[in-house]
């Protein structure tokens, strides 16, 4: 029997890929109910911990974070200047940030290294908003993490756990995260070495949040 050309043979991995991104594009819609009602974990370091090291940057541990949380968005990036240390931004929601009955009135987009969200009416206040959710440049600490946090989706509760960092580059180019959940704008992203990532079994959500 003839081998397959190898053009049906290149059709079909590009299949496979597109099929891969389609499905990694496509968000869970859990139903009403906070999925994940904690804040983020943080906590000071007792002594400063020896510096972390990815591509050509030195990352230094500024705190120790956890958090789960409920992934509102999610943006890949290959180019810019962090693409090599953080290939992945999740954009995250918690307490009622989390409620598929507050995000069908909140619209979310990604880009550029920031997240944004516009709504028509306020479903809770806007401070509300602002202090329960949050854009994370999530750098993995090993193929393991990576592999992890390529499953992850818009509706996945995920939890991870690891260091907020400041990076530092031999030519002065620096990228530090928040250490605050209460910022907004630029600066206000959390840039977060992950020891451990996994995407949480789905919950069964608390009681739907009441509206305003």
Not at 44 to 54: Q, R, T, V
Not at 113 to 128: G, S
Request: aromatic share 8%; net charge negative.
């Amino acid at each position: 029997m003839n081998a397959f050309p190898r053009w049906t043979w290149a059709l079909a991995a590009l299949a496979l890929v597109g099929a891969w991104w389609s499905w990694s594009g496509r968000a869970n819609v859990p139903p009403p109910g906070v999925l994940a009602p904690d804040a983020p974990l943080q906590a000071e370091l007792d002594e400063p911990a020896p510096p972390l090291h990815k591509a050509d940057a030195a990352l230094t541990p500024l705190a120790r974070f956890e958090v789960t949380a409920r992934v509102l968005h999610r943006e890949d990036y290959r180019h810019d200047d962090g693409a090599d240390l953080a290939p992945v931004d999740l954009a995250l929601g918690w307490g009622r940030m989390s409620d598929s009955a507050v995000l069908k009135s909140i619209e979310i987009t990604q880009g550029q290294r920031f997240y944004a969200w516009h709504v028509d009416a306020f479903p809770i206040p806007r401070r509300e908003i602002e202090t329960h959710s949050a854009n994370m440049h999530l750098i993995p600490a090993d193929r393991g993490v990576e592999r992890a946090l390529e499953r992850a989706r818009a509706g996945d509760v995920v939890h991870f756990a690891g260091y907020l960092v400041e990076a530092d580059r031999p030519n002065g180019w620096r990228w530090r995260s928040s250490l605050t959940r209460d910022d907004t704008g630029n600066g206000a992203c959390e840039l977060v070495w992950v020891e451990d990532f996994r995407v949480e079994p789905r919950p069964l959500p608390a009681a739907p949040s009441a509206s305003m």
